[in-house]
């Protein structure tokens, strides 16, 4: 085939597969598109195109550059190192508590659910699924002949001892995911129910999903038992791709590839082993030195980028990447204080505790923020609905956000407020963790130079930083969330008067909600979480989205990208290729 | 000489004791909440509220002290409170080898550098040679271990890929693997100790060699390198034993930054990441461990007194 005729051939895939209104390709899906055993092509064509992630690669498989590579040797063994982490503390789903630790429990433990690199629910342990009109029933007819790595064969028990486990928050931190969950009920040896409180329209994609979120990643009873809890939580027994063959904590964690996976195609390779390593020229060391040829973990330490980079024997893969990054602001401080997020917004801009909140925001040069704290890698946040969303992304929220950059307004409302270029605003406090401390800095010195404040940086070690942040005893702090792949990530958890992280051990006669709460958006996150179509859906999240935007929930700094660097020697697919997660099982050796 | 050794292992196990009580009672003032890293992300008021129960932090101080000293006297460290609730003892167990290891082959290299160089400064006073040590000393000195450690990484590892740039295997894998990935954390901690060691040996050395004894081995013919390591050496080595003592001590737990930086979970690693998480229970056996080695140490560096001068006697 001629390029001429390679080029005429990818064109008229393309304009065959939007055969769609291209402005919002979502028109006309229904239910039945998204349900069964299987999406098809052109309902993944329209979910992708809605993602903003609708490429040649999809439309041509074959002639995507990365389709030959992908082709490569089955066996071989795959040495990684997880950044920015001593050890893996945990396996166990019912105690995972951080990405990198799901990030591995994936690979070898299924769940019913498992989203695709489309950020699209596909089923795992789930053949195939129906949901009742009311969207409150999830009938689930389950994979047949899987089996555990100890041998015991999977059945619909199996999710019954799942679901029970993680309900009791006595066994599992995670019995709030499935908390909206009234009975799950056994239909036959390969069929279960669920019953909703009320409809979830990320049921599928969040409760079930096996990685982030881990209350359905399906244990192994007998495991359990054989192995003893502290046991289980070093080699636990799935029916995932790989087995856990060794685990000295700390050290290294061996993974071999499982015989009787239920892919006979998968995983590729035959054995993988994961050192932790908390140190960045060691890292990059070790990745130069072709000690390792992958890295997992935290994020690719942002000064390493670069230099990895110019390094021809390795690939470097940036993406957008599921989470958020803000400078929270306690709303109870004297000079910040806002007691009631309700009012509409121009009467909130007549009051000097909110001038000062969004003086702070507007003053936030998010692009000089990720050019100096982030070394160029990042993305602009206005919002907790992140990127790589995609579909439910608002790329206007930048430009119409309250928040949106202007230092000439920020300084304005600075001086209304009684602070004219700063003078008379006490130093405050900006806590960080020790790794975030640079990231301070630059916010700190972009404070002072925008609007004439000394912001003091103050790291803290994680666990008191979270304790002081749940009591909302401080100041101003940089965090936010690292694996949102669905709206209620952001939404329900960080930006509700009841999310989780809303100041729930405050003193809560002093303080009557924690760093924010606003009656629209909660009415709004709580609509889009039971809103089925996803056009609706996607307009309830933006208008959630834009409330705590405008109305200063925080002030929203950077979505981090998703930097993967492997060397060459590697082949990682397109659909080994999901922000934030590793599909171990799909790569293989050149 | 047995009722000696006796006494002193009663009085350690009441400085054990001590140091454990201290721990427990100080690491509750530490400001952090064990059981809000634990739930991280996680949290919810009912996961809190039976984490701690199940922990037992709803109970009294008292009450948790006196439940975790039986545990203890009875061999019972408990468990990890954080991830997957390892006993402590295993960690610790898992960790010592490493630790010991990572000692052991620092100190060697330390000795291997510092007793030629001490000898030397000293029996060469302000030659060139002496000032080579001294600034080799000083140097030693004043270069962080952890610098020295990303330095041999770039050239060992990265450049000239001879040596792992991080990890630790077991003895049990073989002795080259064994090795290999200890070399560079032991030369990088080695150096900073084989400094100190040097300049002790040599101020030492310096004193011995003015005492009458030497002129008279001198003037009875010896040959100088009898001289030198038959009576100067071991007179001149009480001080530098206790030195060598506390370095080794100070080893077992003051190797985190380069266990950190070679990717090996030694026991100083384990103490950090257990007061990072306020894992109680790990701290509080970590730190009983780390006690035991410097009691023990400084008892072995008492006996070693005697064996070294024998006009050393205890009873």
Redesign the interface.
């Known amino acids: 085939m001629t390029d001429k005729d390679l080029h005429q051939r990818a064109m008229e895939e393309l304009k065959d597969a939007y055969d769609f209104d291209h402005r919002d390709p979502l028109y006309g899906l229904n239910r039945d598109d998204i349900r069964g055993d299987t999406i098809s092509r052109r309902a993944t064509l329209r979910l992708l195109a809605a993602g903003g992630a609708l490429s040649m690669a999809h439309v041509l498989p074959g002639l995507r550059p990365g389709a030959a590579m992908a082709a490569g040797h089955s066996g071989g063994a795959l040495d990684c ?1 997880w950044s920015g982490v ?2 893996i ?4 789903p019912a ?1 995972i ?2 990405v990198l630790q799901f990030q591995i429990a994936s690979n070898v433990m299924s769940g019913l659910m498992h989203i695709d690199n489309s950020l699209v629910a596909q089923g795992d342990l789930a053949e195939s699924w129906d949901v009742s009109e009311d969207g409150l029933m999830y009938t689930i007819k389950l994979r047949e002949g899987v089996t555990f790595h100890n041998g015991d064969a999977f059945d619909a028990d199996d999710v019954v001892f799942t679901f029970n486990r993680s309900s009791d ?2 066994q ?5 995911v499935i908390g909206n969950v009234a009975q799950l009920e056994k239909l036959s040896d390969l069929e279960v129910r669920f019953t909703l409180k009320r409809p979830q329209a990320s049921f599928l994609t969040k409760a079930l999903e096996r990685a982030s979120g881990r209350a359905m990643t399906i244990v192994s009873r007998g495991g359990i038992e054989a192995l003893g ?6 080699t636990p027994v799935g029916t995932g791709p790989f087995r856990v063959t060794s685990h ?5 964690l061996v993974l071999e590839k499982f015989a009787d996976y239920y892919d006979p195609e998968r995983p590729k390779l035959d054995k993988i082993t994961i ?5 960045v ?2 890292l ?3 990745m ?5 040829q992958y890295i997992g973990g935290n994020p690719v330490p942002a000064q390493l980028v670069d230099r990895f980079k110019n390094n021809s024997d390795l690939t470097v893969d940036v993406k957008p990447g599921p989470g958020f990054q803000s400078v929270w602001m306690n709303p109870w401080r004297d000079y910040m204080k806002v007691t009631d997020f309700n009012k509409p917004i121009e009467e909130l801009k007549q009051e000097k505790g909110f001038m000062v909140r969004l003086a702070i925001a507007k003053a936030l040069n998010r692009d000089l923020f990720i050019q100096q704290g982030r070394l160029g890698n990042g993305v602009p946040a206005h919002g907790t609905i992140n990127p790589a969303m995609g579909f439910y992304f608002d790329e206007t929220l930048a430009e119409t956000s309250e928040q949106a950059y202007d230092p000439e307004g920020a300084k304005a409302l600075m001086a209304a407020a009684g602070y004219p270029g700063g003078d008379g605003f006490p130093e405050i406090k900006l806590q960080t963790t020790p790794n975030t401390k640079r990231d301070g800095q630059v916010v700190a010195n972009i404070l002072k130079q925008v609007l004439g404040i000394s912001v003091a940086v103050d790291p803290k ?4 930083g ?2 002081e942040f ?1 009591k909302m005893d401080f100041d101003l702090r940089l965090g936010g ?1 690292g694996g949102d792949y669905d709206p209620d990530d952001g939404l329900v ?1 960080w930006m509700q008067t009841s999310s ?2 809303n100041g ?2 405050r003193d809560k006669e002093a303080m009557p909600f924690g760093f924010f709460s606003e009656a629209d958006a909660d009415a709004a996150t709580d609509e889009q979480s039971v809103t089925a179509s996803p056009e609706a859906r996607r307009e309830l999240v933006q208008a959630a989205n834009a409330i705590t935007s405008n109305k200063v929930a925080c002030g929203f700094l950077y979505h981090p990208v998703d930097i993967l660097v492997y060397s060459n020697a590697v082949n990682v697919p397109a659909d080994a290729r999901i922000p934030g997660l590793h599909e171990l099982d799909r790569i293989s050796l050149a | 000489m047995a009722a000696y050794i006796l006494r002193r292992l009663i009085g350690a196990a009441l400085v054990m004791i001590a140091v454990a009580t201290l721990v427990f009672f100080m690491l509750r003032l530490v ?4 059981i ?16 701690t ?2 922990l037992g932090f709803d109970q009294p101080l008292i009450v948790q002290y006196f439940k975790w000293f039986g545990n203890m006297l009875q061999g019972d460290l408990g ?1 990890s409170i ?6 402590v003892s ?2 610790i167990v ?2 010592l080898p ?1 630790t010991l290891s990572l000692a052991f082959l620092s100190f060697v290299i330390a000795l291997i550098i510092a007793i030629p160089a001490g000898i030397i400064a000293a029996t060469r006073k302000n030659s060139a040679a002496d000032t080579a040590v001294s600034l080799f000393a000083f140097l030693g000195l004043s270069m962080p271990d952890f610098w020295l450690a ?1 330095l041999l ?2 050239v060992f ?2 450049n000239l ?1 001879w040596l ?5 295997e077991p003895l049990s894998a073989g002795l080259w693997p064994w090795l290999s990935h200890l070399i560079l954390p032991s030369i990088a901690i080695g150096t900073g100790f084989s400094a100190i060691i040097a300049r002790m040996i040599r101020s030492a050395m310096l004193e011995v060699l003015n005492a009458d004894y030497m002129r008279t081995a001198a003037s009875k013919g010896l040959p100088t390198r009898i001289i030198l390591l038959r009576h100067a050496f071991p007179n001149a080595l009480i001080p530098v034993i206790t030195v060598i003592g506390i370095a080794f001590a100070l080893l077992i737990s003051g190797a985190v930054v380069v266990e ?6 030694g026991l100083g ?2 103490l950090i ?1 257990g ?4 894992d109680y229970p790990v701290v509080q056996g970590a730190v009983l461990v780390v006690s035991a080695f410097f009691v023990l140490s400084n008892l072995l560096v008492d006996l070693l007194y005697a064996v070294i001068d024998p006009r050393i006697r205890y009873s």
């Open positions: 190192a001593g050890e503390v945990t396996l166990d105690q508590n951080q928050p006595e599992s931190i995670h019995s709030r809890l502290a046991q289980y939580g070093l000295q904590q700390g050290q290294n050192t932790p390593v908390d140190g020229e060691p990059a060391a070790a130069e030195a072709g000690d390792i070690d994680f666990s008191v979270i304790e749940q969330s958890d989780k992280f729930p051990t | 400001p952090g909440d064990p809000a890293a634990m739930l991280a992300e996680a949290g919810s008021d009912e996961a809190r509220e039976a984490l129960r199940k468990a954080y991830g997957s609730n390892q006993p295993k960690i898992e960790a490493r990303i990484i770039i590892a990265a890929q792992p740039a991080i990890g630790y950190n930086v070679f990717a090996i979970k690693r384990v990441q007061i990072q998480n306020r």
